[in-house]
Every structure is written in C-alpha cells, then in structure tokens.
C-alpha cells in the first residue's frame, strides 16, 4: 500500500506528537474531521496508525518507519539461514552448499514453466462497488441557462460544408 | 420506436457534457434553444445529525447522505468550506478523478445523472470532454475515460469522447474554418488544441491551472485555497491597479506566471509537431475556461504573447462567447454532427 501526499501529511504530524486525536488531525493536515476519520482508517487498515483505549491515534512499527524512510530488517543468525537452505533443498532435491571444488549437480532438470494465456478483458469494469444507493436531495434540476440555438446550427452548417 | 420519430423530427437534438474539475456542465439543444445546465463539483462533509438534515432540507442546500456523512454538494460547499476554514472537497483533481477521493465517485455518478438526466432514446450519442495528455504530470486519462464512460453507458448513452481544446474550436471557431488554437483555462488544467480545418495538429494539457493558482496564493499568505477560489471568482480585477489587497496582489502575479507558462508550452509543442502549411495564414486564438473570467485576462494574455517568441502569425485572440459554457457547446456541435452523419 503506497501513501497518498494527504496520507503522508498525516503520518508526519506524528513527528511532532507520539499521539493525536482526530481533530488535532484534521486542524493540523487542514481537512475536515470526516475525511480526516476516513483517512486515518484507511492508515489504520493498511497497518501504519492504531486507535489508542482513549480514542487517539498513534504510529505504528511500519508507520515509523514509513515516517523514518527505514526499512524493516530481519536479522537472522547464520545457523537459521543454513536450516532454512537445507529444508528448501529438501523440497526441490537439489544439493545447497556443496564442499569446495565439487561442481554443483543438478539434479532437476529446468523445464519452461506452463504460461498461463493472458485474458483482456475489453468491456468496462465498472471499479465501484455495485447496488450503492445513495439518499439525497438533488430532485431538482440544476439552474437552467437557456440561449437560442442559432449560433450553433450556423456552425454545424459550416462544419458540414468542411468535410 | 422513439428514436424514430425523434429522428425524423426536422429539429435536431442532443447533448454535450463538460466534466470538469470545478464544475460539470451540460449543453442540450432542445427545438429552437440551447440549454446549458451546470453544477459545482464539489462537496463538504458535515456530521449527520437530524437537526443538520433538516437544516439543510429547510435552506434548500444539496446533500447526499453517505454512511455517517452528510456531503452538502454544489455552490453551497464551498460557502460551507469558507465558514469552516475548511477546504471544500473535490472528486477531480488536476483535470482527472483523483486518487485520493475514490470514495466520491457514487456522488460524482449521481451529480452527473442530475445535470444530464436520462436519454431520450437507449444509445443515444453524448460527447463528454477529456483533458489532453498532460505535458508536466506522470499520468494519462485512460482511466478517468473510462470511468465516465462507464457511467454514461449505464445511464443509457452511447458515450463519445472529445479533447477539451478541440471542444472550444469547435464552438467558438466557425467563421475561421475551425483553425487556429483552443485553450481552455480551467480549475484542474489548462487544455490546448491547435486544430486545422477541423483537424487536431496537437492537444495537450498542463496542470498548473486556476486550482494551482488558488493554492500558491493560499501558501504564500497562509489562507485556505478555497477561500482564495471564492476571491478569485467573485471579485478579481487584473486591470485594478490602486487598492490593490494582498490576496488580489498574489493572484495577479501567478495569474502571469501561469500565462507565461502556458505560452512557453505551447511554443515547445508547436516546435515538436509539424506545422501544417495551412497554417500560414495568421490563425485566432481563442480563450474560455473559468479562470478567464477575471476582468482583463484578455489583456494579460496579449501581453505575454507579445512578449513572446510566438512560432506563429497571430491574427485575432478572443475571449469565447460564453467561457464558462463554451467546452459543453463545442461537445454538442460534435454530438449534432455525428448524428446527422448517422
């Protein structure tokens, strides 16, 4: 999940204050309290803030780090690494670490793997989420402007007379 | 059925759509007059409580209910924006759907159906506007095509697409053989197009535009861009040279630097593409677009064009007939005439 530059902003309050509430937010990243609220979930989901018992919000391991620009490091000993290479060469039969000077067999024979055909879909895809009925209280046409249609059948005539 | 008898009626109908990212506009030639309808595009969101319900519902303010959320949706958000220090919300950004406001795409859907309403006939033919490729932003309108698209379809129309600056030529253009150049100043961009008889040389877009302007004046003098916006298009006079306040100050300096910007632009493209021997004649220059509407745009704009090395002989610049309906009224003429090419 990559930050939006508003999400982001959002995250660097976090800079100053090790917690804040939804309106500091909102006043701070100048939003209004409810797309602020929607913002902070969408942080909260993607597992860069958490809600606080009291109702605040606070970073975050990977929000840290998203503010830091680190990267999260795991750091495994050499004999753990050599137990994990030993089980994978297990699983595919292959040899791992071979003694110096012993060239290393292959056992299994690379095979080109079976390529999947790549389906286009062409028709439109509509992105929302479909049966969404919003209530509202737009029953009445926007403002109407009316002009007389001359000057537009003028200029249909001339691009008529072009092609 | 329908369609029949609307096609063999001697009058010719039909709609146009300008979505753009401050206001969605529709053009329908109904008889004998044009009717343009519009509505900002543009929401603010307000708890949902009964009391503000019914508030609202009493001042015949626009609201979509959505969840625990009341968007107050239209002119009145930014006035509610203002009240709050708050910045309005805006589904479009930079000419496109924006990124962050997925969410408002059910409210766009329902603004759009409101200013354009259901076909006359399933499949009737609307061209919708489209911004050019823009020149300054790594990203393209496929997607934000495709989106309207797919809204227009389910609301019954055969949706067409048309570049914003070709739109312009084709409304405000007719007397010079629709050559010469387009623009279109809007909020999220600025579109062009040089067209040729009709033709589109080269359309493109950039989008540092009135939105642009809106919030570099807002950082400068620490405002809200939206109370900056509500300056701008009520009161700005770029020709006032006495009593000038800081905010009219800052919006006539990055009104130059955005025009400046502009020409250079277009001077950098003409020079990539090839020119035409069409275009020998000296060709008009036409301007529309909201963030022309401060008195004396169309000075300044002369003015940086004189200043500029221009690649080509400059007849006339005009300001369009109408600048706030003028992208609808040119996607309409394409509608008309596809249909009469049916």
Redesign the interface.
Known sequence: MSLSGTEFNIIKIFAESKEASLGLIADKAILTIGYAEYLCKYLVKGGYLELTPRGTYCLTLQGREALTGKTRQILWDQRTIQAIAQELAKQLGGTVFPRAGRKLKREVEPSAPARKAIMIKESFVDPMEPGIILKHSLSRKPKELRTSSVGIEKTLKALKKLK | MIKKSLKSSKT?IGRGLDIGTAFIVCAE?K?????????RNAF????HTDFTKQM??KSK??????GK?LNV??DEALKFANL?S??A?RPLNKGVIS??E??A???V???LK??I?RPRYPGEILYFSIPGNPLDADFDTVYHK??F??FL??LGYKPKSIYEGLAVI??EL??E??TGIGISFGAGMVNVCLAC??VPVFTFSVTKAGDWIDRQVAKALAE?ASRVCAIKENKLDLTKEKEVTKIEQALSIYYDNLLDYVVENIIAEFERSKKPSELDKPITIVLSGGSTCPKGFLERFKQVLRKSDFPLAVGKVKMA??PL?SVA?GA??AT??DE??K
Do not use: C, H
């Open positions: 010719q030639k008889g004998q007059e044009v009717v343009f309808r519009s509505q603010f969101d307000i708890e609202l519902t303010v626009n609201y979509i209910i959505q959320t949706v239209g709050f708050k910045e919300r990124p962050s997925k969410e795409l059910p409210m859907e329902l603004i409101t200013v309403g495709n989106i698209a797919g379809k389910k084709f409304s007719a007397d053989n629709f008889m009709s809200t007939a109408e309906l009224k309409l003429v008309l005439s009469e090419n």
